[in-house]
């Protein structure tokens, strides 16, 4: 395993020198291309830590190492032009136009002009703001389009590490989802190594490929994959934040391609009306799933085939949603429980039939594992 | 003297008009003290005004300080300067600089006061060295509120500057002063009027600047219109 990308080694921070510690002793490390999502409770040391990566907040004692070098040895201005920041409420300059708060970093490690533009042409590309955007004052645009302003700038030099303290904190629920799935598809491309604060738990489970449960102090009470935490919870404490549906949260981060898809009762459109009725006994679902060519038609059930001679002059129904490999086991059992078949079809590509899931098929994935 | 008082026209144009000479060189004095007691306000509140926003214990002391000055009667203050100084523009100045200072490390502090923490935050993260942070971010950011104050130290001064006639100077309150002895009302209309319309342009002309300085500001206006 290669050495870690941030590694603290028993930091602590008293902000009085004879009062409590905000940070006891913590030791973490993050690895290389990692999102690893900080969250606890208020006042529990989250941001704190945070701030003593890039050294906004001095640690009292202990040593933290970005990139294999102590930070507490670097010149403090340098180390933070070269770690990516965004904070909650964004903090961008508002007598600068948009381009030059993205352009903030590069003017001050003093690039060309010309490739300074073509960096924030770029950036406002990748994080899709209007060109025309450009010359506006943050005054002027929406709390989503400051938002990713503040990532485009935070981008700007093209940081290895970044520091984002409630990014999406600031914007409304909606908004925030959509920001979020953005980021994390640009995430995926530039696998930057990430220190994500939040005290929303189901945000640290969307977004965190690990998450360190700080209790009060900074203390880790459980630092692992967020299928790990809500399968596993380290503790009462852990147990009591991840909070209410914890096996449904599960399912959200499990996908079908995950599990073995069932073949459930499938009957071509040409057959007789008689097989399509054996086919329907031996399954016991009361319906069978009709398929031409292996493209999903719809389904039917005994009563729609009753007075016809081949499945093709019944009533063939459609299935109200259907899933794919990718969607998740939570939108699975959704789909399950509004459906008038009591189960989920799997299908890919262009409406192609690949299988079902039943209720009975994922309680088992989800109390096995 | 009465009788003089009521044969003669309140204003006579004809006088001013044969004065026009006096009348552009009191002028240009009025200005000049006005200019050189903001400008050597400006200096001297500037560094004070930092200092104090950095660090917070030194603003008490340094309102009080220049609140007592601000408080001295501004004849009162010329009386005690004139056996010092003599009569001469440093005792004038000396008087009027001191009426800025109050006004503007009052508003140079509320102004570098109102820069947004997370801005600051935002721009030490990004590795703003301090120096960087008050040039770059606070100063820009304060300076509607800066220029506010001119505008207050300047009126007020152009005020004051009638004041200092008494002293040998005065700009155009030469004009005021001649009329109170002679019983002369053309002069004091002409001074106290001539005065007021440069105090009324000075405040006009900063106000442009104020809203040349910050063009953001028209910015968030015009999307809470839109």
Known sequence: MANPMISLRNVTKRFQADGQAAVRGLSLDIDEGETVVLVGPSGCGKT????????????TSGEILVDGKNVLQQDPVLLRRGIGYVIQTFGLLPHRTVADNIATVPKLVGWEERRIDERVAELAAILHLDEQLLSRYPAELSGGQRQRVGVARALAVDPPVMLMDEPFGAVDPIVRARL???????????????????HDIDEAIKMADRIAILNIGAVVEQYA??????????????EEFIGEERGLKRLALIKVSAIEIEEGPVVEPGIPVEQAKQIIERYGFGWT???????????VDDQALEGHRSVAEAEIRRFSAAVTAESSLREALD????????????????NDYVGILTVGRISKEIVTK | MTVALVAEPLFELRWVLDHLGDVGQRLTEHIVLTGLAVGIGLAISFPLAVLAHRHRRLYAPVTWVTGLLYTIPSLALFALLVPITHISTTTAEIGLVSYTLLILIRNIVAGLDGVPADVKEAAQGMGYTDRQILWRVELPLAMPAIVAGIRIATVTTIGLVTVTALIGKGGLGYFILLGLRRFF??????????SVVLAVIADALLLGLQWLLAPWRRAARRRAVA
């Open chain 2, 185 to 194: 009302s053309t002069a004091i209309i002409l001074g106290a009027g001539l």
């Open chain 1, 225 to 238: 994959s967020p299928e790990v935490i809500l399968r596993d919870p380290a503790s009462d404490f852990v």
């Open chain 1, 180 to 198: 979020q799935d953005q980021f994390m598809e640009l995430q995926r491309r530039l696998q930057k190594t990430i220190v994500f604060v939040t």
């Open chain 1, 48 to 59: 704190t830590t945070m701030k003593m990566i890039n050294r906004l907040i001095e640690p």
């Open chain 1, 289 to 299: 799933s009709v398929v031409e060519d292996g493209r999903l038609l719809g389904w």
């Open chain 1, 335 to 350: 789909s399950i429980v509004s459906s008038r078949t009591n189960v989920a079809v799997v299908i890919e590509g262009d």
